[in-house]
């Protein structure tokens, strides 16, 4: 090969020599005399092959570039594995940790809005209770705040440390009529009961009361009211009376019914029970009116009658004539028998009307010898005193109750229908 390579060249060269001669004796014939070598074929064969290889590696030169780039960064990329594998690791830690805490803050934010709907829920019932609470009272010195999740009652803008019986019932009576609006309460299926609502309340705070009972109960389900106050009673009667269906002749089928509760002594035992309100309290529209009825029908009635029903008559009768008195003399404030004294009667019936009222009354015990239960039985003649004298003071107010409270047998009959159950 190096030979064939050699004797190649020479003959290369010569030609070289040749041409140059040639050049410089362009118009002359110049002799060339040169002799091809003989070439080995196998040598040519290995040279045209590393010219192949040659072209080969000049045409793969952007390839290879790239091969070993690639190479390379794999090789980088191996000796940082473990330190990229570390760092993902890291990565997908973080990323958990975030999703976490993105949780919780949507968590967070879901408890604040919650608390802020509450506070508002508390805020509004609060301000309308304050309004409430004013008119109700008349002033602006009690207000209801917010305190965590509740309410406090400040006066004068600190804390109230003692509330009158009367402030007690107000706010009592207005926040349990501003629960009546809980979204938790459905109040068409709901069950309102009421005791004593209007306890150590003034007329002006009574009729306030009223209203806002009225307003806020009259879509409940059901509703119970009991008082002892018979103002009080007569607006739940009067509003009752105005339902629709109430004049209905089938007193199960009106809407709404009235009880009493009646107090019974059986020898040493006090017992109650619930039955029908009695028509005259029903009917009338004072606790006077019904007195004198009872009494008037009391003494055309009472000899025929046992003494278990005449037990009440001296307490009923007292307590009217203490009442009629009170319109008559408002300007005598002494007791009952002082009262007596300036009123213009027959000495004898009013001594006597004086010692039924007093023994019968006001006794502490029962069986003592100048308490003889029989002196009940004297007891229509001496309401018949008590009725005579009130006609003597005033008888045209005497006519009028008369007219007002004895029936015609007609109105017995109506009576008798419109007890309500």
């Given at each position: 090969?190096?030979?064939?390579?050699?004797?190649?060249?020479?003959?290369?060269?010569?030609?070289?020599?040749?041409?140059?001669?040639?050049?410089?004796?362009?118009?002359?014939?110049?002799?060339?005399?040169?002799?091809?070598?003989?070439?080995?074929?196998?040598?040519?064969?290995?040279?045209?092959?590393?010219?192949r290889?040659?072209?080969?590696?000049c045409?793969?030169?952007?390839?290879?570039?790239?091969?070993?780039?690639?190479?390379?960064?794999?090789?980088?990329?191996?000796?940082?594995?473990?330190?990229?594998m570390?760092?993902?690791?890291?990565?997908?830690?973080?990323?958990?940790d975030?999703?976490?805490?993105?949780?919780?803050?949507?968590?967070?934010?879901?408890?604040?809005?919650?608390?802020?709907?509450?506070?508002?829920?508390?805020?509004?019932?609060?301000?309308?209770?304050?309004?409430?609470?004013?008119?109700?009272?008349?002033?602006?010195?009690?207000?209801?705040?917010?305190?965590?999740?509740?309410?406090?009652?400040?006066?004068?803008?600190?804390?109230?440390?003692?509330?009158?019986?009367?402030?007690?019932?107000?706010?009592?009576?207005?926040?349990?009529?501003?629960?009546l609006?809980?979204?938790?309460?459905?109040?068409?299926?709901?069950?309102?009961v009421?005791?004593?609502?209007?306890?150590?309340?003034?007329?002006?705070?009574?009729?306030?009361?009223?209203?806002?009972?009225?307003?806020?109960?009259?879509?409940?389900?059901?509703?119970?009211?009991?008082?002892?106050?018979?103002s009080?009673?007569?607006?739940?009667?009067?509003?009752?009376?105005?339902?629709?269906?109430?004049r209905?002749?089938?007193?199960?089928?009106?809407?709404?019914?009235?009880f009493?509760?009646?107090?019974?002594?059986?020898?040493?035992?006090?017992?109650?029970?619930?039955?029908?309100?009695?028509?005259?309290?029903?009917?009338?529209?004072?606790?006077?009116?019904?007195l004198?009825?009872?009494?008037?029908?009391?003494?055309?009635?009472?000899?025929?009658?046992?003494?278990?029903q005449?037990?009440?008559?001296?307490?009923?009768?007292?307590?009217?004539?203490?009442?009629?008195?009170?319109?008559?003399?408002?300007?005598?404030?002494?007791?009952?028998?002082?009262k007596?004294?300036?009123v213009?009667?027959?000495?004898?019936?009013?001594?006597?009307?004086?010692?039924?009222?007093?023994?019968?009354?006001?006794?502490?015990?029962?069986?003592?010898?100048?308490?003889?239960?029989?002196?009940?039985?004297?007891?229509?003649?001496?309401?018949?005193?008590?009725?005579?004298?009130?006609?003597?003071?005033?008888?045209?107010?005497?006519?009028?109750?008369?007219?007002?409270?004895?029936?015609?047998?007609?109105?017995?009959?109506?009576?008798?229908?419109?007890?309500?159950?």
């Amino acid at each position: 090969m190096t030979a064939a390579m050699k004797s190649t060249r020479g003959f290369l060269d010569a030609a070289v020599d040749a041409l140059e001669e040639k050049k410089s004796r362009v118009f002359e014939h110049v002799k060339l005399g040169l002799e091809v070598p003989p070439v080995d074929v196998d040598a040519v064969e290995k040279l045209n092959a590393v010219i192949r290889k040659h072209d080969q590696a000049c045409d793969g030169f952007e390839s290879r570039i790239e091969d070993a780039r690639k190479r390379l960064a794999n090789d980088m990329i191996a000796a940082e594995l473990k330190k990229f594998m570390l760092c993902k690791e890291a990565a997908d830690s973080a990323t958990a940790d975030v999703q976490t805490k993105t949780q919780e803050v949507q968590r967070l934010n879901n408890k604040i809005d919650g608390l802020e709907g509450q506070i508002i829920e508390y805020r509004q019932p609060a301000e309308e209770l304050n309004e409430e609470l004013h008119k109700y009272l008349g002033h602006q010195e009690l207000c209801l705040e917010i305190k965590e999740t509740g309410h406090t009652i400040t006066r004068g803008g600190v804390q109230a440390r003692s509330l009158s019986e009367g402030e007690t019932k107000a706010v009592a009576l207005l926040y349990f009529l501003k629960s009546l609006q809980d979204r938790r309460l459905t109040l068409a299926d709901g069950v309102i009961v009421l005791d004593d609502p209007v306890s150590s309340l003034d007329a002006n705070a009574l009729f306030l009361a009223f209203g806002f009972i009225q307003e806020r109960t009259e879509h409940a389900g059901q509703l119970f009211v009991l008082t002892h106050n018979f103002s009080f009673f007569r607006q739940i009667r009067n509003w009752f009376d105005h339902l629709e269906g109430q004049r209905r002749n089938d007193i199960n089928q009106r809407p709404a019914r009235f009880f009493m509760l009646d107090s019974t002594l059986d020898e040493s035992t006090r017992s109650s029970a619930i039955r029908r309100l009695d028509p005259l309290l029903e009917r009338y529209e004072s606790e006077y009116q019904y007195l004198f009825a009872r009494i008037h029908r009391a003494s055309l009635e009472l000899p025929s009658q046992g003494l278990e029903q005449n037990y009440v008559l001296p307490n009923m009768a007292r307590r009217m004539l203490e009442a009629f008195l009170a319109f008559r003399q408002p300007d005598v404030s002494l007791n009952l028998r002082q009262k007596l004294r300036t009123v213009q009667f027959d000495e004898t019936k009013k001594l006597r009307i004086l010692r039924f009222l007093h023994t019968h009354s006001h006794s502490i015990a029962v069986g003592e010898p100048e308490h003889d239960l029989t002196a009940l039985a004297e007891g229509s003649a001496v309401l018949k005193d008590l009725l005579e004298m009130i006609d003597s003071l005033d008888g045209e107010h005497f006519s009028a109750m008369v007219k007002l409270v004895a029936p015609t047998a007609d109105s017995d009959e109506a009576e008798d229908g419109a007890v309500r159950a």
